[in-house]
């Protein structure tokens, strides 16, 4: 069964003070891994997709990384407006129409 | 254009009433899927359309029924809900498994409780 963990559960940031999220994940064959921003009452805003490991993909002051069983959504400089829970979801290659989310990360930015 | 239009925004229904949520898209994806979001949990699908057909179905009571009347609609239908029903019911698409099945992008969500 698929699985994917994230963490840490949340995290309190100083604005500017960099800082990761991690995403693991166990599935048979990886179809993709996917990043969602969601802010408190509004459906998840799509960052990024990631195929395969070594790939990168940059957006802004997030990063996206992914290994063969995690990936990574490192944060440079934050401000408060990048306070929202952050999610990672993945698609199993032999299963590919069902978007498995992890619990999510929520990231305070403090002015 | 990547939007995804879910409506009503809110909605408050009895359980003995009957009621539909909408969705609709215009990217020309040809999978479209309702989840269900508890607060402060991630969202667990409820169901999965491919080219117009139900595909997935996540074992989800008989009391939602969900109807997919063409390429770019979805609807739910709601009946004889109860109140741990009361959650964001999120739409989302994406390209379907013949086009490579990439990202899905979500509607806002309806806020649906049950009194």
């Known amino acids: 069964e698929d699985q994917v963990t994230q963490s840490p559960e949340a995290l309190r940031l100083q604005e500017g003070e960099s800082s990761s999220l991690n995403c693991s994940y166990t599935?048979?064959?990886?179809?993709?891994l996917f990043w969602y921003r969601q802010d408190p009452g509004k459906g998840p805003e799509f960052l990024f997709t990631?195929?395969?490991a070594g790939e990168e993909k940059e957006k802004e002051r997030l990063k996206a990384t992914l290994t063969k069983k995690e990936s990574f959504l490192h944060i440079t400089a934050p401000k408060p407006e990048d306070s929202a829970t952050y999610l990672c979801?993945?698609?199993?290659?032999?299963?590919?129409?069902?978007?498995?989310f992890g619990p999510g990360t929520r990231l305070s930015v403090l002015p | 254009d990547t939007e995804v239009t879910q409506t009503p925004k809110h909605l408050v229904m009895g359980m003995t009433n009957k009621k539909s949520l909408k969705c609709e898209q215009h990217?020309?994806?040809?999978?479209m899927y309702w989840y269900k979001q508890k607060a402060k949990k991630p969202p667990e699908l409820m169901f999965v359309?491919?080219?117009?057909?139900?595909?997935i179905n996540e074992s989800v009571p008989s009391r939602f029924s969900p109807e997919c009347p063409n390429s770019s609609l979805l609807n739910l239908h709601l009946h004889a809900l109860q109140p741990e029903d009361s959650a964001l019911y999120l739409c989302?698409?994406?390209?379907?498994?013949?086009?490579?099945?990439?990202?899905?992008?979500f509607g806002q969500g309806t806020r649906l409780t049950v009194v």
């Open positions: 990631l195929y395969s």
């Open positions: 359309y491919s080219y117009e057909k139900l595909s």
């Open positions: 599935v048979s064959g990886l179809r993709g």
């Open positions: 990217m020309g994806h040809r999978a």
């Open positions: 989302a698409s994406s390209q379907g498994p013949r086009e490579g099945n990439t990202e899905a992008f």
């Open positions: 979801a993945v698609q199993e290659d032999n299963y590919g129409q069902n978007f498995v």
